[in-house]
């Protein structure tokens, strides 16, 4: 039986970003798929060389927008560590509260790319409309909608006020409420079932021997997340992960729909427990941050790992960034075998990748 | 770090993940770094229960140090993002692009060393070759 080679990306219609995908194809079922990466590749990491401690927040923050606010979360954590500080405790809870809805905007874009790359465009318009609310609240509240750039060594740089967190809240339980009336139109609709239930199936033994993370990883029954490391305020929201066992496309939906409406309830309960007090830390020098650590954080895609490493000057000599699309690219090399040429590019979306991430 | 860190000779390396593996330690990733104009600090990060455990080896960058892919196929990305950005080989890597993941006939080598990447077998074709010493290599 004759092989056939069909490029997938670097552009395609279902996946913009520059990634391609090497499939070998035998009878419209994929045997084998070779990634190519490097399109863009930015080489961030090596700005360390020639930026300062509180200007590579700016740079972290670039690594992606879409989850800007955990980069820059993640990155400070890591400095605070090394410098011995940390954040005061309204600060941590604001961390929270914008890591999440950081969440709740990154999962809305891609239930509404996931949707769109299903031919469901109705329901792609409405995930999109319910996320430029919360990118209003973004906006309300750090000054910015994308790259909300709050972080700072020692805090945020942001204070919302008491009407301004009353809005929030009450912003949330309608947003919440819109998407619970979408839930059987994402999940149950007979089509979107056929085009996910059973395909690129992930075992839970694959997930953990590929190292997938992320609700990739929590699809496939690992029950892993590291909001249970309790970073942050995490430790006083009493987090549970979303978790599901099929380890199919459908599973991964549900992971994120489910995922959405459980930061909603975090940001909920984050604004319940913030604290008064400073959000600041008053630094009497620049950062200098001296020896080395390993910090993570659970972004939208999952399992997010910063590795600082300083000798007490104001630039860091290393910072190695693990962004989870890179974790999770195994796993998808695994999940397409066996699957029909005209589900990849369903599949290949289903583990949200983040090509900016990767080429970081 | 605040994590357990176990350094072991580049030989032992291969026994050493395998055993963590049969432990139930899940590889997170890979980290190099430079130690000078001669040697790679490479860090291994594994993960049990959102517990961290790393293990460090020293190898020279003119050697080829042994991929872990056999053990961690989730291993060979990194390998040979390392190969592309410090200039290091990794023998044995279950899927080799041969330094040309992220980079160009026309990129530098080692884009990522200050003190200099490896003499390469292969020069790159015009525009590539070794990248420059910088200050204060030894201390890094």
Redesign the interface.
């Known amino acids: 039986m004759r092989h056939t080679v069909i490029p997938f990306g670097p552009q395609h219609p279902v996946l913009p970003e520059p990634i391609h995908l090497q499939l070998t194809i035998r009878e419209e079922r994929v045997v084998e798929a070779?990634?190519?990466?490097?399109f863009v590749?930015r080489?961030l990491?090596?700005l360390v060389?020639a930026r300062d401690v509180p200007q590579m927040i700016q740079v972290v923050e670039r690594v992606c927008g879409i989850c800007s606010m955990i980069h820059a979360h993640c990155f400070c954590m890591g400095v605070e560590?090394l410098l011995g500080i940390e954040a005061p405790p309204r600060a941590q809870v604001l961390r929270v509260l914008w890591s999440e809805l950081h969440r709740v905007q990154s999962h809305l874009l891609w239930l509404g790319l996931f949707a769109d790359c299903l031919g469901f465009e109705s329901l792609f318009m409405q995930f999109w409309r319910i996320r430029e609310r919360i990118l209003d609240l973004g906006e309300a509240t750090t000054g910015n909608r994308v790259i909300v750039s709050v972080n700072v060594i020692g805090g945020v740089r942001r204070d919302p006020d008491a009407a301004q967190l009353a809005w929030v809240a009450a912003e949330i339980d309608r947003i919440e409420e819109e998407l619970r009336r979408l839930e059987p139109a994402v999940l149950d609709d007979p089509t979107v079932r056929r085009r996910t239930v059973g395909k690129g199936v992930l075992s839970r033994d694959q997930a953990?021997?590929?190292?997938a993370v992320g609700p990739t990883a929590r699809a496939s029954g690992i029950a892993?997340d590291?909001r249970?490391?309790n970073y942050a305020a995490y430790g006083r929201l009493y987090f549970e992960p979303v978790v599901e066992t099929d380890g199919d496309s459908h599973a991964r939906l549900r992971v994120r729909f489910r995922e959405t409406l459980a930061s909603l309830d975090l940001v909920r309960r984050a604004i319940r427990i913030l604290p008064a007090g400073e959000v600041r830390l008053k630094l009497r020098e620049p950062p200098a941050p001296r020896?080395?650590?390993?910090v993570?954080v659970e972004q939208p895609r999952g399992?997010l790992?910063y590795?600082l490493?300083g000798?007490g000057e104001k630039r860091l000599?290393?910072v190695?960034i693990?962004t989870p699309t890179?974790?999770n690219?195994?796993a998808l090399l695994a999940m397409l075998p066996g699957v029909s040429l005209s589900d990849v590019p369903v599949v290949t979306l289903s583990i949200d990748p983040c090509i900016s991430c990767t080429e970081r | 770090m605040r994590e357990e860190t176990r350094t072991v000779p580049v030989q032992a390396l291969l026994a050493e993940v395998a055993r963590l593996k049969a432990e139930g330690w899940r590889l997170v990733t890979l980290t190099a770094s430079e130690l000078d104009a001669e040697r790679l600090d490479l860090l291994y990060h594994f993960d049990r229960e959102l517990r961290l455990q790393h293990l460090r080896v020293a190898v020279a960058k003119r050697e080829a140090a042994p991929s872990i892919s056999p053990v961690f196929f989730s291993a060979a990305l990194v390998e040979n993002e390392i190969q592309d950005l410090f200039g290091v080989r990794f023998a044995g890597l279950l899927l080799d692009f041969g330094g040309g993941l992220y980079r160009e006939p026309e990129s530098p080598a080692a884009p990522f060393c200050r003190c200099g990447g490896p003499p390469q077998e292969t020069p790159p074709a015009e525009g590539g070759g070794q990248t420059p010493g910088g200050e204060g290599c030894a201390t890094r």
Do not use: N
Not at chain 1, 34 to 38: K, N, T, V, Y
Not at chain 1, 291 to 294: F, K, L, R
């Open positions: 070779l990634p190519a990466l490097g590749h080489g990491e090596r060389e560590a953990w021997e590929l190292g892993e590291m249970q490391t020896g080395e650590i390993v993570r399992e790992l590795y490493k000798s000599d290393r190695r693990r890179f974790a690219l195994p």
